[in-house]
């Protein structure tokens, strides 16, 4: 008798936990951005919402380098990667795009650069969204 109240009582806890838990988990939704700059220097910075992580990015940006995108780029899955690409020409310039692996990240800001016509373009960085780690 003591064992199935017992593992009555260990269920209902678990439930409850389970219960707490779910909100939490929700509230800790994070948005990981990239603002690059000509330097490189760039970090990966974080956010509750896009738009935070937007602004933490360019603010980041801002304390290293004059030379900012102000144009971050955003993900809120934190197992993709940024590539941080710059080209020289038709000037300097440099951006990032975030995707499930290096080949895909580098494919999309190579797409942004050849649509507004630069080239002469290279990866400088991959970082990794959900540490900021550089790959």
């Not at 707490?20 to 990966?44: F, T």
């Not at 102000?70 to 020289?88: H, I, K, Q, S």
Request: aromatic share 6%.
């Amino acid at each position: 008798m003591h064992r199935k109240l017992y593992l009555a009582l260990l269920l209902s806890l678990a439930v409850a936990v389970s219960a707490m838990l779910r909100p939490a988990v929700a509230q800790q939704k994070r948005w990981a951005a990239i603002d690059p700059n000509s330097e490189v220097s760039s970090p990966v910075v974080w956010g509750a919402t896009e738009d935070e992580a937007r602004q933490r990015a360019i603010d980041a940006c801002k304390r290293l380098s004059k030379s900012c995108a102000n144009g971050p780029a955003v993900t809120d899955d934190l197992r993709e990667v940024f590539a941080v690409m710059c080209c020289e020409q038709p000037r300097t310039g440099c951006a990032a795009s975030a995707a499930a692996n290096r080949r895909d990240a580098a494919r999309n800001v190579q797409r942004m650069f050849a649509d507004a016509g630069y080239a002469n373009c290279s990866v400088r960085h991959y970082f990794q969204a959900g540490t900021g780690k550089k790959q």
